[in-house]
């Protein structure tokens, strides 16, 4: 049966969150996902899972809807912490069910890591979350003072369209056309996207991603991965050591964008383990 999905803000620390919420009387899955998209890139996969959960899809801080406050810290230990009081917000008090991507992944991960004991389950897709990680030469790029600043502001949304067909063909073309204005197209996202890249380093993950290898030896954990991604090889999938590991083959980066029928045919049968 298909939910209705609502939109509210809800404030964690000072900061207003806006959050896509079915709100149906199921297991909480939250849905993190990663720059420059927002929470609508989940839209796809939450209409598929229905009222079989209830999916939660924030804006997360300086994507969006929702502001990066010039104090918000980019550390793992503050993206657990921020998880946890956007889920006190939400007065949410059962264990969720994770489910990230790209810089989502550094949330989710994080969150699960320190908050064990409110996490029911761990969904991963394409993201890194390693201390042997390298930066792909966008990042790179990004990282370098003032040039960064240059690569962003002339991110036309012609130039972005064509970029992001050349790294996944089979993203929708009306999401690529839709996302623009909330992504590239504004400039405190902009600002959002180098501070993410400039504030997270590959070293940042010791200590946490054994953390995690030791967690998800024993919680439910699914990774669904597309292994064409241009940012991340397909060998990180296999190194989380979750029980079940599924490769796209033919599919890249956004992989619940590019094949959601798929996407949420596996995710839904691994909920219904839980």
């Known amino acids: 049966m298909e939910s209705v999905l609502t939109q509210t803000k809800v404030t964690v620390n000072s900061i207003d969150v806006l959050v896509r919420d079915s709100e149906t009387n199921s297991v909480p899955v939250l849905l993190l996902h990663g720059s420059p998209d927002t929470g609508e890139m989940w839209l796809p996969l939450i209409e598929r899972l229905g009222d079989r959960v209830r999916s939660i899809a924030p804006d997360l801080p300086g994507f969006g809807a929702t502001p990066m406050p010039g104090n918000f810290e980019l550390t793992l230990e503050n993206f ?27 949330y989710g991960l994080a969150f699960a890591v320190k908050y064990p004991e409110l996490v029911r389950g761990v969904a991963i897709s394409n993201t890194n979350f390693s201390r042997t990680y390298e930066w792909h030469s966008f990042a790179k790029l990004y990282r370098m003072p003032l040039l960064g600043e240059f ?7 012609p130039i972005i369209a064509k970029s992001l067909k050349n790294f996944a063909p ?27 890249y400039r504030g997270r380093d590959s070293k940042d993950f010791i200590g946490w991603d054994d953390q995690l290898t030791a967690l998800l030896a024993h919680k439910p954990s699914i990774v669904l991965w597309g292994d064409t991604d241009p ?17 796209f083959t033919e599919n890249s980066h956004w992989l619940p964008l590019e094949a959601p029928d798929q996407y949420a045919q596996k995710l839904i049968a691994w909920l219904e383990t839980l």
Do not use: N, W
Request: glycine share 8%.
């Open 231 to 247: 940012f991340i090889t397909p060998d990180f999938a296999d190194r989380f050591g979750a029980a079940q590991v599924h490769h």
């Open 151 to 157: 690569l962003v502001a002339g991110s036309s949304k």
């Open 80 to 106: 657990a912490d921020f998880i946890r009081d956007l889920l006190v917000a939400l007065e949410i008090t059962e264990p969720v069910v994770v489910v990230g991507t790209d810089f989502g992944g550094h």
């Open 170 to 196: 089979a993203l929708p073309d009306d999401y690529i056309d839709k996302s623009y204005a909330a992504g590239f197209g504004s400039p405190s996202v902009r600002k959002a996207i180098l501070r993410m």
